[in-house]
């Protein structure tokens, strides 16, 4: 009986801190600032193509940021074993990164960044199959003072060709 109330209150305990990181987190930051919008100029890049990047965040009430980040990601998942013991693995590889340093936004301003980007020669395009993904996204961080961070994953296609 003992071992069905520990598993039970671990059980609670991961649903709990799902449902905080996964909603309640976001939720809350949703509440100083606007989701980032984020557009590129080339939906589905080439391995070795060059894209620019545009990020906009606004402000929904003044906010102290500890720094802005926007990233470019290679993720790799790969699904190992089947029914119980099933591990699912995740590697993200920072390609490019910019940071923004930290400063008060009143409310109504907008945060606003371009950047040019390119897939490294030699990179994998991107593949999903049933145990393996090799993904590519650009990552928007907001750290606020005394509010939850901010985090949003774009996912862009690279193409299985190359430009020379």
């Not at 991961?14 to 100083?32: E, N, V």
């Not at 589905?44 to 802005?68: H, L, N, W, Y």
């Not at 950047?115 to 593949?127: C, D, K, V």
């Not at 199959?129 to 985090?151: I, S």
Request: hydrophobic fraction near 40%.
């Amino acid at each position: 009986m003992r071992a069905a109330t520990a598993f039970g209150i671990a059980c609670a305990g991961f649903g709990i801190w799902m449902l905080t990181k996964y909603f309640l987190r976001p939720t809350i930051a949703r509440a100083k600032i606007s989701p980032p919008e984020v557009s590129v100029s080339t939906e589905e890049p080439k391995v070795g193509e060059e894209f620019s990047v545009t990020c906009q965040q606004r402000f929904k009430g003044a906010a102290d940021v500890k720094g802005i980040t926007l990233s470019l990601v290679f993720r790799e998942t790969a699904v190992h074993g089947s029914g119980r013991s099933t591990k699912v693995l995740t590697d993200d590889e920072i390609i490019h990164e910019f940071k923004h340093p930290g400063r008060r936004y009143d409310v109504g301003e907008v945060f606003q960044d371009r950047r040019t980007l390119r897939i490294p020669e030699g990179a994998m395009h991107t593949f999903i199959a049933r145990y393996n993904k090799l993904q590519w996204f650009v990552k928007v961080r907001v750290e606020m003072a005394g509010w939850p961070d901010l985090e949003e994953n774009y996912e862009i296609r690279v193409l299985p060709e190359i430009v020379r």
